[in-house]
């Protein structure tokens, strides 16, 4: 990676006469917090920094392109000649000038992970801080990692093909010739043009929402998202969308076919939003839909700005899936609003988003649907805990600067130990000071980005106050960047899981299960039940419950996920073409993912993973095919 070239001379001025005979001076790199680099990134934010990206792209379906312009706006430092942005699989046809005169450009070397930094060249040194803007026709490649082009047999309605787009974690570079750091927060607008009898929606304000026509066929959508945002919250759907307002603010954009259950599911969108208002402030994003996107989207829900993208596996028609969405609003200040400097960091998103979720659910929902969601969060912890290692350094909330990919995994530890660090602090301090620090925290770093040591700073200042010996009570230090779950940890308590637990000890030791009253479990108690029954489970057991509670024909996708999960850690034969289908009917990363490693973990599993994988493979996402590969095809 390039290094910052700028450099200081220090020691230059009037020596006085009376002093000792000053060094010579030297020259040395401005001091650059270390803490700050993202290492993802090609860009030399020190040099220029890209303040705005402009959008022009036609959506290009028997090509699987998207083809057009990016008009770039930076911002350059003193002395600076170039513009270093981030590309990945990017076909650059031309760079020119606001003259429309061609300027001098190339792409350097690069990986395969990062892409390669696209250099655009100015003949003559910035004379002060100063703004350029330039033009970027270019073509995405069929192979783009953040786009997927679904067949519309993919589709609900089955006739029009579809497309989106998932930025998070470095992706948008696949598609968007930009500086691509969360730490780099731009503003941006959009033309996008797309066939007729088609909808483009946006991450943004939409300024046409029935398109325009276009002379030689086709509709333009066009699009303005005047806060500045992170480039990974950039997105963009294409397909046969329609909308339905819920509130006055608040809507759901789906396939015609899926709107009523959409909405159905979604009709508390309005609540949840005053719900989040009242807890952390005003929502600065005016609007908030849901779009439910086809199966094939590799995330339960995905949390960009004005309209956060869902997986229709979280419709289970009953609302009892719908935290997701909670989780996603609450991305609109931990994340969108404040938002991780650096991947590094990205315990601030997720962390803080899966306490705001927990909070917000007991506002919605009540205490005992809260601590049930808080207890299958902190056993999942557990697990990976366990099977990450005491002192493994992917347990730290502050991670290590190692360069690993950030979309390797979903990780359970920003999350799950991330919520867990709120909730200690509200056990200590009492959630009235801990809520007017969280109001005040999005207050202060709206649309700023930071570092944990920067939060840390900030939590010393403001809620802390300066006590050292508070901070060593806590232990604080331990919690942001030591391995493990720290011993004041608090431990989540549901009464109705308690009975659950009984019952599964019960069925385990004597293989009965007289008490159980399927009936009346929700979501989370069925999913309490089948993780807390240790595989291997035996054949006969596994046929008592399957043949008892229809377990393989759920239509609830956690509670069909957790009992093909427990299927395939118990190589339950009988099991192997609900897993199929199961997997064959979505490309959802936290159900996708799991199932494939249980299933390669064993002799038994393996030839199924394989087969299944090579037959559901055309149908993922990139990001998910980029992980499933490194596991399978080994
Ligand atoms: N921002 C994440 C999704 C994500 C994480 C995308 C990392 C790329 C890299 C989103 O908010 C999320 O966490 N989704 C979860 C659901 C949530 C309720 C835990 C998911 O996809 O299942
Ligand atoms: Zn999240």
Redesign the pocket.
């Known amino acids: 990676m390039r290094l910052v070239a700028a450099a200081v001379v220090l020691g230059s001025g009037a020596a006085q006469a009376q002093e000792p005979p000053q060094p010579p001076p030297v020259a040395v790199a401005p001091a650059i917090d270390p803490d700050l680099v993202d290492r993802f990134t090609f860009a030399v934010p020190a040099q220029a920094r890209v303040t705005h990206v402009s959008l022009d792209l036609r959506i290009d379906f028997a090509e699987k392109r998207a083809i057009g312009t990016a008009r770039i706006r930076a911002q350059l430092a003193r002395g600076a000649t170039e513009v270093v942005l981030d590309t990945r699989d990017l076909e650059i046809e031309s760079v020119t000038n606001p003259n429309a005169q061609p300027m001098t450009f190339m792409l350097g070397e690069g990986d395969a992970l990062r892409g390669k930094p696209l250099i655009v060249s100015f003949p003559e040194p910035a004379k002060g801080t100063a703004t350029v803007a330039f033009t970027i026709a270019y073509r995405t490649s069929p192979a783009s990692a953040a786009l997927q082009w679904l067949a519309p047999e993919q589709t609900a309605g089955g006739k029009l093909p579809y497309l989106f787009s998932?930025g998070?974690?470095i992706l948008t570079r696949s598609w968007i010739p930009t500086q691509d750091s969360p730490g780099l927060r731009q503003t941006y607008d959009a033309r996008i043009v797309v066939p007729d009898g088609m909808r483009a929606v946006m991450s943004a304000e939409a300024l046409t929402p029935d398109g325009e026509p276009v002379e030689g066929g086709g509709m333009a959508f066009r699009f303005r998202m005047p806060q500045s945002i992170p480039p990974y919250l950039i997105a963009l759907a294409v397909g046969d969308i329609s909308h339905k307002p819920i509130g006055t603010r608040t809507g759901v954009y789906a396939e015609p076919s899926r709107l009523d259950a959409a909405a159905a599911e979604f009709v508390d969108l309005d609540r949840m939003l005053s719900a989040a208002e009242a807890f952390v402030g005003s929502y600065r994003w005016r609007r908030y839909d849901v779009l439910v996107l086809p199966p094939a989207f590799p995330?339960?829900?995905?949390?960009n700005p004005r309209l956060t993208f869902a997986?229709p596996t979280i419709i289970a028609g009953d609302r009892s899936l719908t935290?997701?969405v909670v989780?996603?609003l609450a991305?609109s200040w931990a994340?969108n609003l404040v938002t991780n400097a650096t991947w590094r960091d990205?315990w601030l998103?997720?962390g803080l988003?899966?306490y705001l979720?927990l909070r917000l659910n007991e506002t919605l929902y009540g205490a005992e649907r809260a601590r049930m969601l808080e207890a299958l969060g902190r056993a999942e912890l557990m697990d990976e805990l366990a099977r990450l290692g005491p002192r493994s350094a992917a347990t730290q909330l502050h991670r290590p600067d190692t360069g690993d990919d950030?979309?390797a995994s979903?990780d359970v530890v920003s999350?799950e130990k991330g919520s867990a660090f709120f909730r200690m602090l509200e056990a200590n301090i009492g959630r009235e000071r801990l809520d007017a620090y969280l109001k005040g925290y999005f207050t202060r770093f709206a649309f700023k980005t930071l570092t944990t040591p920067a939060f840390l700073a900030d939590l010393r200042e403001h809620l802390l106050a300066g006590d050292a010996a508070l901070e060593a009570r806590l232990t604080i230090g331990e919690w942001l960047s030591a391995p493990g779950l720290p011993a004041n940890a608090t431990t989540p308590r549901s009464e109705a899981f308690a009975t659950v637990e009984a019952i599964a000890s019960a069925f385990v030791l004597e293989g009965t299960v007289d008490e159980l009253d399927p009936a009346t479990w929700s979501t989370q108690e069925w999913q309490r039940f089948l993780t807390k029954l240790p595989p291997p489970m035996s054949t006969e057991k596994l046929d008592i419950l399957d043949a008892r509670y229809q377990l393989s024909k759920k239509t609830n996708s956690e509670v069909l996920f957790a009992w093909l999960k427990l299927a395939a850690a118990s190589q339950y034969d009988p099991g192997v073409p609900a897993i199929e289908a199961f997997l064959g009917s979505m490309g959802?990363?936290?159900f996708v993912e799991p199932l494939f490693t249980t299933l390669v973990a064993t002799e038994w599993g393996r030839p199924i993973a394989q087969r299944i994988y090579a037959k559901v493979r055309p149908t993922y996402h990139p990001v998910l095919t980029a992980a499933l590969d490194r596991l399978i095809n080994r």
């Open positions: 998932q998070q974690a995330y339960g829900g995905m949390e997986s935290s997701v989780h996603e991305h994340g990205s998103n997720e988003t899966t979720e950030p979309d979903l999350y959802r990363r936290k």
